[in-house]
């Protein structure tokens, strides 16, 4: 009887029967060649702990190592409730992994729009062909809501900086429609590629022309609520954390008015290649597959797990890498000040400046 059916049959737990199930959960873990199907008793466990344990430390391994198929919808709820976290994309990736990929492409395409969009960016974590194809017909389809068509731009285009050049002929081209204009900014005002930004910059920039010199913002006052504001609609959360909100994949910047002082943060800001702090240095993965990875790099002696924007993360065995390259410029994309007025800048830059570990920022 697999893990799936028993947990529909098994009897509450007591607190020291969990703990023996934790106990023989880490013991199989460890074991290379350790037969599920053979053991009754480790079926047992394993069971009780996926239904106590939903999202837990050990939920998605236990589910890849023993392929559990049966399990796919409650790795689908995870991909979905946590799809901007880094479990939401381990989860994602999963869901192909066990074949059960379609259930993201059964969401895309369902009524429920909320659920759709999130299963649009749970899609981009995939790189699947065959869903990222679904994500073009949803494109396409000019009935379906901004939210959702706009979300499928940014899966489709956001993570592929090769694709950038033939989005932003798009644009040019006048064959984008004009709600989705406004995902197709962020994405190309911040292409690592600097002829898609120049072209970008003419078509989109909110910021004009040049930017006033820092010694010239410094002397203005700003709106501190309207940066949070700002912090939480722009990119910034795609990549930082500050007082509870956006994803832990940059540096921290809950206490960050203690450390940097007004000008040091318009010029991480304005120019984030001058300073890169130690832990956070991109590199370039290519994979044997073509696969192009970027991002924070950790590596054990075997195998690399890249942790890239937006904080999904990726392991691959070192044998799977052709190259590796650190990047000179840093993952914070430069020109993100483009997309704001230098009002909204300096509006931001005093949110940030407030962020103090007296402010209650955490």
Request: charged share 25%; proline share 3%; glycine share 10%.
């Amino acid at each position: 009887m697999v893990a799936g059916v028993l947990v529909l049959l098994l009897p509450a737990s007591s607190p020291a029967d969990e703990a023996k199930d934790i106990l023989i959960v880490e013991t199989i873990l460890r074991l290379d060649d350790f037969d599920l199907g053979g053991s009754g008793k480790a079926q047992a466990a394993v069971g009780r702990y996926l239904k106590e344990n939903w999202a837990g430390e050990r939920y998605l391994d236990l589910i890849r190592r023993f392929s559990l198929k049966e399990e796919a919808p409650g790795v689908l709820r995870l991909a979905l409730e946590q799809v901007d976290a880094p479990i939401g994309g381990e989860a994602s990736s999963l869901l192909v992994e066990l074949g059960a990929g379609g259930l993201l492409g059964k969401t895309l395409h369902g009524e429920d729009v909320t659920a759709a969009v999130r299963a649009a960016k749970a899609i981009a974590h995939t790189n699947d062909s065959t869903l990222l194809a679904e994500l073009t017909k949803v494109l396409a389809e000019a009935s379906r809501s901004t939210a959702l068509r706009s979300a499928a731009l940014g899966a489709l285009y956001r993570k592929n900086a090769h694709r950038h050049p033939e989005l932003l002929a798009q644009v040019k081209a006048g064959e984008l429609a004009n709600d989705l204009r406004q995902t197709a900014s962020e994405i190309l005002l911040l292409s690592r590629d600097p002829k898609v930004r120049e072209g970008a910059k003419a078509l989109f920039a909110v910021g004009k022309g040049e930017f006033p010199p820092v010694s010239e913002l410094l002397k203005r006052s700003g709106d501190a609520e309207a940066g949070r504001v700002l912090f939480g609609t722009k990119t910034c959360v795609v990549c930082h954390q500050a007082d509870g909100t956006g994803i832990n994949f940059g540096p921290g910047l809950s206490e960050i008015g203690d450390k940097l002082n007004k000008a040091t943060l318009y010029q991480a800001i304005i120019e984030p290649s001058a300073g890169i702090s130690m832990g956070f240095e991109g590199w370039e993965i290519i994979t044997q597959d073509g696969a192009q990875l970027v991002g924070i790099v950790q590596e054990s002696e075997e195998a690399l797990t890249v942790t890239m924007i937006g904080g999904s993360k990726r392991t691959i065995l070192k044998s799977e890498v052709t190259t590796k390259k650190k990047l000179a410029q840093s993952l914070m994309y430069p020109g993100l000040h483009r997309l704001m007025t230098p009002e909204e800048l300096v509006d931001l830059v005093e949110y940030l400046s407030m962020l103090k570990k007296t402010s209650g920022g955490s």
